[in-house]
């Protein structure tokens, strides 16, 4: 009976030590996925901090280099965590300026559109967890509701410096000769009908981010942008070529914070 127990005490022993062992290997690479994480994302915005100082300065084609190794870092990562998805979607409104600015207009509406679907996933997943729980839930979805702004205004931008020569190619349900589009949404805060695109969804980015958002600085760029460009949109500038540009050029507030 001794034997017998002494052996049950040490089995128990060594599965304790197992069980020690695994705790302590799967805290490891849980603290090397955040060091990663951490890496990549400070990689990713050194990447684009550099890019949009290159902008400012006339150095489009080192801007749009820096840009591409930046999207090309993230094809590996932007599925990885939700935070890394926010940076992807940070980069990918980055890189929309400086295709923009490089002429590359399409582009640069193709790759804001993919930000923006990135950013509905993330405060999809942001929506459905428990903010309790994970105290950085709420950090994650605040930043992506602000890039889900930033991005309403870029295309905006990125219509309105076009003259309406963009919007046909894009805006569903417009007719042909028109530069605006028939909107759903109406006077309960949404965008109204009868406006040029770029001023609609100056109006959507001001209103819908305006509530949850009221104090963040792309938040009053989109107010300001709306309030410009529904002034300067007589009905004259509603037909193809007529509308004005209170914006040549995306403000950086609207692409890098």
Known sequence: REAEE???QRDATELQRKSEQEEAAEQERQGAAEVDMATVIAALSQQSTSAMASLRRGDTQRALRLMEKAMK?????????PALAVETARVKINYSAVLSASDRHLEALSVIKKAQRLLIGVVAWADECDEDEDPGVKAIGAEARALQCAALVAEGIELESSN???????????????ATRPSTRGSDGGASPGQPLYTQL???ASTRFGRELPLHPV???ARRLH????VSAPPAALSPGGASSSSAAYPSGAHHK
């Open 202 to 204: 100056y109006e959507e």
């Open 219 to 221: 938040v009053a760029l």
């Open 73 to 81: 870092m993230c094809e590996d990562y932007e599925n990885s965590h």
């Open 164 to 178: 309406g020569a963009l919007e046909m190619p894009i805006a569903a349900g417009a007719s042909a000769g028109s």
């Open 6 to 8: 002494f052996k049950r």
């Open 227 to 230: 309030v410009e460009s529904a």
